[in-house]
């Protein structure tokens, strides 16, 4: 995997996405966060987004219902980028130019907002507050942010009324809890940032369902060291459709095998262990279908990125953190405690461990991948060196692209 990752385009700096939604909880824009190699935002940043194609078909790309499509992404711009007489020549279609709130609002300022949105650039304004400094934009830009966690929903009440006649359209940001959700929901907001979908909410006494069980049976069985195709195959058949979608991933371009299949215990042997294991992983978390699509985005994500960091720290098992990093939000797939969930799921102990409190070496992974996600990387661990982290990521996102529709497919 190293030799892989040498051999990928490298963008000399750290990026990472974060969805934004629209009030059907469905992606319509990431944000994208970054960093540069010496900790500030670099001036190649201007002529990756202006050229590179890694940007625009990876970090923008997206599969939703089996379809890959290309997304929007909001781009922080600081005030010495907006002024500057070389400003990139960005694809107004494809970026949202966020202007940071505590940009100096001179005239000129102004002015230069108001030709940017004159020459067709979408215009976003985050870190806003009711004062008079910021009113001058407000007849310029498109996207309003505004901060949940700091107004407060009563606060935000007045706020949003004050704001009708301006006519913005409003993102939430920040937005923690399904309750903040629904009540910026109702107050108008049509777009949404925040943690909120990776928030469990448990139903008392729920139990898994008889597919999961089954599921989590082979899942067992995989785990046995007396397991063969002939054992994993008696669980298997005993649901028609996981073994009509075990003969469809065996067939897929995925593995591109040109040989027949005999028997479903034939394709188990062709697969391995290892690749079963993973997709009975994958088919666990894919098949609920009352949850957002990018839960199991973030889900496929975190699995890969952590069994590639897993690979690159040699660890013995990598797909040890590969099941690590995709059931770290199983709990909220499935609105269960992960301390009920875990109790009725056949995991290894250092796999519960790591889920529970990020203990182990498993946890250590799980943990950066996590900050990773978030943009938090001055506090990254350093399990690797920190060029190699961007591009598992950027891996990381491709891979799940292609395995989302592989599994749209064997729907």
Same mark, same amino acid.
């Given at each position: 995997?190293?030799?892989?990752?040498?051999? %990928?385009?490298?963008?000399?700096?750290?990026?990472?996405?974060?969805?934004?939604?629209?009030?059907?909880?469905?992606?319509?824009?990431?944000?994208?966060?970054?960093?540069?190699?010496?900790?500030?935002?670099?001036?190649?940043?201007?002529?990756?987004?202006?050229?590179?194609?890694?940007?625009?078909?990876?970090?923008?790309?997206?599969?939703?219902?089996?379809?890959?499509?290309?997304?929007?992404?909001?781009?922080?711009?600081?005030?010495?980028?907006?002024?500057?007489?070389?400003?990139?020549?960005?694809?107004?279609?494809?970026? @949202?130019?966020?202007?940071?709130?505590?940009?100096?609002?001179?005239?000129?300022?102004?002015?230069?907002?108001?030709? /940017?949105?004159?020459?067709?650039?979408?215009?976003?304004?985050?870190?806003?507050?009711?004062?008079?400094?910021?009113?001058?934009?407000?007849?310029?830009?498109?996207?309003?942010?505004?901060? @949940?966690?700091?107004?407060?929903?009563?606060?935000?009440?007045?706020?949003?009324?004050?704001?009708?006649?301006?006519?913005? %359209?409003?993102?939430?940001?920040?937005?923690?809890?399904?309750? %903040?959700?629904?009540?910026?929901?109702?107050?108008?907001?049509?777009?949404?940032?925040?943690?909120?979908?990776?928030?469990?909410?448990?139903?008392?006494?729920?139990?898994?369902?008889?597919?999961?069980?089954?599921?989590?049976?082979?899942?067992?069985?995989?785990?046995?060291?007396?397991?063969?195709?002939?054992?994993?195959?008696?669980?298997?058949?005993?649901?028609?459709?996981?073994?009509?979608?075990?003969?469809?991933?065996?067939?897929?371009?995925?593995?591109?095998?040109?040989?027949?299949?005999?028997?479903?215990?034939?394709?188990?042997?062709?697969?391995?262990?290892?690749?079963?294991?993973?997709?009975?992983?994958?088919?666990?978390?894919?098949?609920?279908?009352?949850?957002?699509?990018?839960?199991?985005?973030?889900?496929?994500?975190?699995?890969?990125?952590?069994?590639?960091?897993?690979?690159?720290?040699?660890?013995?098992?990598?797909?040890?953190?590969?099941?690590?990093?995709?059931?770290?939000?199983?709990?909220?797939?499935?609105?269960?405690?992960?301390?009920?969930?875990?109790?009725?799921?056949?995991?290894?102990?250092?796999?519960?461990?790591? /889920?529970?409190?990020?203990?182990?070496?498993?946890?250590?992974?799980?943990?950066? @991948?996590?900050?990773?996600?978030?943009?938090?990387?001055?506090?990254?661990?350093?399990?690797?060196?920190?060029?190699?982290?961007?591009?598992?990521?950027?891996?990381?996102?491709?891979?799940?692209?292609?395995?989302?529709?592989?599994?749209?497919?064997?729907?």
């Amino acid at each position: 995997m190293a030799s892989q990752l040498e051999n %990928e385009e490298s963008l000399d700096l750290l990026l990472a996405r974060q969805p934004v939604f629209n009030k059907s909880q469905d992606v319509v824009a990431y944000l994208l966060l970054y960093r540069g190699a010496g900790g500030e935002l670099p001036a190649e940043l201007n002529d990756h987004l202006a050229t590179s194609s890694v940007i625009l078909n990876t970090y923008a790309s997206i599969c939703q219902q089996g379809e890959v499509r290309h997304l929007p992404c909001y781009i922080k711009v600081t005030d010495s980028t907006l002024m500057s007489e070389q400003f990139p020549e960005l694809p107004k279609e494809h970026f @949202v130019l966020e202007i940071l709130g505590h940009s100096k609002i001179t005239p000129e300022f102004v002015e230069r907002v108001a030709e /940017l949105s004159q020459l067709g650039y979408r215009l976003a304004l985050s870190d806003f507050e009711p004062s008079e400094r910021f009113m001058p934009l407000l007849k310029h830009i498109h996207v309003l942010k505004l901060d @949940v966690q700091r107004f407060g929903i009563d606060g935000l009440e007045k706020i949003v009324t004050d704001l009708k006649p301006y006519n913005l %359209e409003l993102l939430a940001d920040k937005v923690e809890t399904k309750e %903040e959700f629904r009540k910026c929901y109702e107050l108008g907001f049509s777009l949404f940032q925040g943690y909120f979908l990776s928030k469990p909410e448990p139903i008392k006494g729920k139990k898994l369902s008889s597919s999961k069980v089954l599921l989590l049976q082979l899942m067992l069985e995989l785990q046995s060291p007396h397991a063969s195709a002939a054992s994993v195959e008696q669980i298997v058949i005993n649901d028609p459709l996981l073994t009509y979608r075990i003969l469809r991933v065996v067939n897929s371009a995925a593995f591109n095998m040109q040989r027949e299949i005999q028997s479903l215990s034939h394709a188990i042997t062709l697969l391995g262990f290892d690749q079963i294991r993973k997709w009975v992983s994958l088919f666990l978390v894919s098949d609920t279908a009352d949850k957002p699509e990018e839960l199991t985005r973030i889900m496929l994500v975190r699995g890969r990125m952590s069994e590639i960091i897993g690979e690159m720290t040699g660890l013995d098992q990598p797909i040890s953190a590969f099941i690590t990093g995709l059931f770290s939000q199983l709990d909220v797939l499935l609105d269960m405690q992960m301390t009920d969930l875990l109790s009725q799921v056949p995991l290894q102990d250092e796999i519960k461990a790591a /889920l529970l409190d990020k203990s182990g070496q498993l946890g250590k992974i799980l943990n950066e @991948v996590e900050l990773y996600e978030a943009g938090d990387f001055d506090n990254l661990g350093k399990l690797l060196e920190t060029r190699f982290y961007e591009t598992a990521y950027r891996h990381s996102l491709s891979w799940s692209q292609q395995v989302m529709q592989t599994l749209y497919s064997n729907d």
